[in-house]
């Protein structure tokens, strides 16, 4: 059973440019949270979202930034118009449904915004 | 602020000797979970204590929690250079449904050969 896959691993990205991380959740898993990671600081959630809904987005930013699940492929983060800020570690976890027990977490992709 | 905060932010040990890291959080939570991040990778789930319980062992982990002080312990027994990392815990609450895990800012670990 294959573990919470993400890719790229790492993106470099220009200022102004799109960003775009992908993140396939382990089978049987339903459910997908990303979080950020800025350097030497802990996770912050972004957003949760089952298949083709968003439950909860209250740790996304209100600009740039959106989040899909569609019915079929990998979930998508969706960074729009980089910002150096945008620089940080995007984790992805997946869990097999509520309650939220274990979150089983991707390897990350490292966005540089150049 | 962080509803999860670490402490020590770092901890220097020699190879077999214990190192214990505490986390505090703020609100009632249902679970508290610790996990380890080695350098440049993900996250890996080592435990998981429920609000209704007071210790939980696993290998050479031990976890406390004091739901009174709203605060846990990891124990890592006779420690090994390969669990140099950083240590979070992450609590998910009655405040946000269990939708998310909020995380402190880690326990980064260090055990000299």
């Known amino acids: 059973n294959a573990g919470v896959m993400q890719n790229p691993r790492h993106l470099v990205r220009r200022r102004g440019q799109e960003a775009r991380l992908r993140c396939s959740p382990m089978?049987?898993?339903?459910?997908v949270y990303w979080y950020r990671q800025l350097p030497e600081e802990g996770l912050k959630f972004m957003v949760y979202?089952?298949?083709?809904?968003?439950?909860?987005e209250s740790g996304m930013p209100k600009e740039r930034f959106s989040a899909e699940f569609p019915k079929e492929g990998p979930s998508i983060l969706r960074i729009q118009q980089v910002v150096r800020g945008d620089s940080a570690a995007y984790f992805c976890?997946?869990?097999?449904?509520?309650?939220?027990?274990?979150?089983?977490f991707g390897p990350g992709t490292r966005l540089t915004v150049l | 602020s962080q509803q999860g905060e670490e402490d020590p932010q770092a901890l220097s040990i020699q190879e077999g000797e214990n190192a214990t890291m505490n986390c505090s959080y703020k609100?009632?939570?249902?679970?508290l979970q610790w996990y380890r991040q080695n350098s440049g990778r993900g996250l890996v789930h080592l435990i998981l204590?429920?609000?209704?319980?007071r210790e939980k062992h696993s290998g050479r982990l031990r976890v406390t929690l004091d739901t009174s002080k709203k605060s846990s312990s990891l124990l890592i027994t006779a420690s090994r250079a390969a669990d140099t990392a950083s240590y979070f815990c992450?609590?998910?609450?009655?405040?946000?449904?269990?939708?998310?895990?909020?995380f402190g800012g880690g326990t980064r670990l260090m055990v000299k050969p």
């Open positions: 976890a997946s869990s097999p449904g509520r309650p939220v027990y274990t979150q089983y």
């Open positions: 089978k049987g898993h339903s459910h």
């Open positions: 979202l089952q298949k083709e809904n968003i439950i909860d």
């Open positions: 609100t009632s939570i249902n679970n």
């Open positions: 204590i429920r609000s209704n319980e």
């Open positions: 992450a609590t998910d609450g009655d405040d946000n449904a269990g939708n998310m895990l909020t």
